[in-house]
């Protein structure tokens, strides 16, 4: 059974920082692309940032470059998401995610596992 299960989201001021981490199990860990996608209440999930299986591409949506940093352990089967410089349009729900494609994806319709979210609220 597989099992993604976020972890370090909170509530923090704008300018701050937080670090989420992904544990996943259940799956052959290093075969799958990881995302990070957030979502607020009335819209559709977004994509943030998402890391190849060997962690030699790295993508971020427009709106976090520069500030989100995502990394993987494969020994571990983590994966992790530092956020700096954080705004208030980052609140939302985090979620973990895993691809098995070979090209990876942004969107998260093709996405083949998923954690349950960890809340992110920046006050302003």
């Known amino acids: 059974q597989v099992s993604l299960v976020e972890s370090g989201g909170g509530l923090v001021q704008a300018g701050g920082s937080l670090r989420l981490s992904c544990a996943a199990s259940g799956l052959t860990f290093g075969f799958y692309n990881m995302a990070w996608f957030r979502q607020v209440p009335g819209k559709e999930r977004e994509f943030v940032a998402r890391?190849?299986?060997?962690?030699?591409?790295?993508a971020y949506a427009d709106s976090v470059k520069g500030r989100f940093t995502i990394a993987r352990d494969n020994r571990k089967n983590t994966v992790s998401l530092q956020m700096n410089s954080l705004k208030f349009e980052d609140t939302g729900v985090y979620f973990c995610a895993a691809d098995r494609s070979i090209r990876g994806t942004t969107d998260y319709v093709k996405y083949d596992y998923w954690g349950q979210g960890t809340q992110v609220t920046v006050s302003s």
């Open positions: 890391i190849s299986v060997g962690a030699a591409e790295l």
